[in-house]
């Protein structure tokens, strides 16, 4: 008598997230199914939840894969053939060449589709076409999400999956943010402390030290199923970067910009930026954390460049806002030594590299006493937030050029 072949089979469950029905039912069809089959032996489930069928780089796709490869499993078994995957051209090449070539037998319970029978049945033509429909199912889904996508963001709807940090998802209508009473606080100090000449390294520096979670560690915190891709960086704490992404977002101002990136298509999940005219952005789309005037300070900080001297927490009191009147060139800091004194100046970069300005220069003692005259001490403190630009005429000619009317 001719001995019976065992396969020992692997159940494949597939659901995104936009599928009905569970991962228990799919694996409970697939147990019955298996329970009438004596030649086969059930070992294992590889789960992709959360998965399109677009494509086949799914983590529970790849294990499977790897254990065919290592010989663990010689059968697979799916609900039906959209579970496997969606892209007419990937599934037929699994199904009809690499599981063939590689002894494995493929089962779809829905679909009635075994490949040991396939032959016989005259099984193989009818299995192109529910890949193909499988296929223009999965087209036509990506079209309609897209197109649902773009109405809620043209409407001034937040779509993304997670707030963003300092803000969470309005409990009565979640695609409107609301500010998060302790995380808006910290966004408002990290701007403050940029304000007053902070770098991003020293912000994060004040964050760590008294142990305030970074934004990732924060979400994780508060019980959120949160993936980033500067994840593996946050999980250590604030991180220079990571207050350079709060600084630069407009998010906080309360304009929203949704539709930044895309995909080609819907068999791919490779993002490729869109144009910014194409970008989509709602002014007032929610209650700011920090006011625009603000925002448009550090933008300017930010597009300087300012550096931290060495050894020092923050940046120079006038780096980045005195200018040279004469030739509209910034004006740099510069030490002299006299005898055992050191003198500070303010320089005119063409001056210091001799372009053609005569220039200017003035002390630093001056420059200071002036600042004060006009502002007084208490604003020193955050002098960029008044202050658009000194403009330097001579040691006796100075301009402050105020943010709101002219300072003289």
Known sequence: ????????????????????????????LIEEYVKRREEIVLCTRYVDEGYRGGDFIRPGFLHMMEDIENRKINCVIVKDLSRFGRNYIESGMYIEQVFPNMGVRFISVNDGYDSVYAHRRGEMMYLPLVNLLNDYYSRDLSIKIRSHLSMRRNQGKFTGSFAPYGYKKDPEERSHLIPDSHASMVVKEIFLWKIQGYSQGRIAHFLNQRGELSPYQYKKHKGDSYQSGFAKGEEGGWSPTAVGRILENSIYMGTLIQGKRTTKNYKTKELIKKEKKDWIITKKAHEPIISKEIYEIVKELLKKDKRTAPGREKSYLFSGLAQCAACGESMIRKKVKRGDKEYVYYVCVSKKYGTGCLGCSISEEKLLDYTKKV????????????????????????????????GQ
């Open 1 to 28: 008598m001719e001995r019976r072949k065992i396969y020992y089979a692997g159940a494949y469950i597939r659901m995104s997230k936009e599928d009905k029905g569970s991962i228990e039912n799919q694996g409970r």
């Open 375 to 406: 502002l007084g001490e208490k604003e020193l403190i955050s002098l960029p937030m008044y202050a658009k630009e000194i403009l330097i005429y001579s040691d006796k000619t100075i301009r402050i050029i105020m943010r709101e009317g002219i």
